[in-house]
């Protein structure tokens, strides 16, 4: 069965400091890898999405691994603002798939100052 | 101008009516999506119309029937609400559907059934 799992579920974090989402899927067969930033009342929007040759992904103080081997992925979010307090949501798509994507709960992050 | 919409916002209602919630896309994308939102944040999908055709029909019940006029809009028809039917519903709109596209979300629609 598809399926992504998350972790930790929710985070809190201190203005500044630095933090480290977790990824982890069974998606099969694999074609992309996508991280979502949800705020509160809004739609997901796009942070970063790789293919299984790309190892790492940045995207401003956001910072995308991606280990297909092993099935996991992970965000890192460098020198973090309040504006960063947010659900990070962690999408794979399997090939052939047709844009149907599987999506994990996210992780709540709350960036305290 | 904003590339995905939705209306309405919120929408609350009684059990058993019927309701549409409308979504608009302003990006040229020949590929549209409805997501459901429970409340446990779990985004899942629903439909995918690509250019005008039903491309995705997950396992969703059949008072939910979705309605493409042209390749920008995607509307979403419910019938015989259900206290379960309770949820944020998401519209969404890529270029292709291959899987790879990034999928543009917009803002939303609260739907409450009492």
């Known amino acids: 069965k598809n399926q992504v799992e998350q972790s930790p579920q929710s985070l809190i974090i201190l203005e500044g400091k630095n933090c480290t989402l977790q990824c982890n899927y069974t998606v099969s067969p694999f074609s992309n890898l996508r991280w979502y930033k949800q705020d509160t009342g809004r739609g997901p929007v796009s942070l970063t999405i790789?293919?299984?040759?790309?190892n790492t992904k940045s995207n401003g103080r956001y910072t995308a691994t991606l280990d297909a081997d092993t099935k996991q992925s992970s965000l890192h979010i460098t020198a973090s603002q309040l504006s960063d307090s947010a659900s990070y949501i962690c999408v794979v798509s399997a090939w052939g798939s047709q844009g149907n994507l599987i999506f994990g709960k996210g992780t709540k992050l709350s960036v305290k100052p | 101008d904003t590339a995905v919409s939705q209306t309405p916002k919120y929408l609350v209602t009684q059990m058993g009516n019927d309701k549409s919630i409308k979504c608009e896309q302003n990006l040229g994308h020949d590929t549209m999506y409805w997501y459901k939102q429970d409340s446990k944040k779990f985004l899942k999908i629903m439909f995918s119309y690509n250019n005008k055709e039903l491309i995705i029909n997950e396992t969703v019940p059949n008072r939910f029937s979705p309605k493409s006029p042209d390749k920008a809009h995607l509307n979403l028809h419910i019938n015989s609400l259900e206290l379960g039917d309770s949820a944020v519903y998401f519209c969404?709109?890529?270029?292709?559907?291959?899987?790879?596209?990034?999928?543009?979300f917009g803002p939303g629609t609260r739907l409450l059934v009492l």
């Open positions: 969404a709109s890529s270029q292709g559907a291959l899987g790879g596209e990034t999928q543009y």
């Open positions: 790789m293919t299984f040759s790309e």
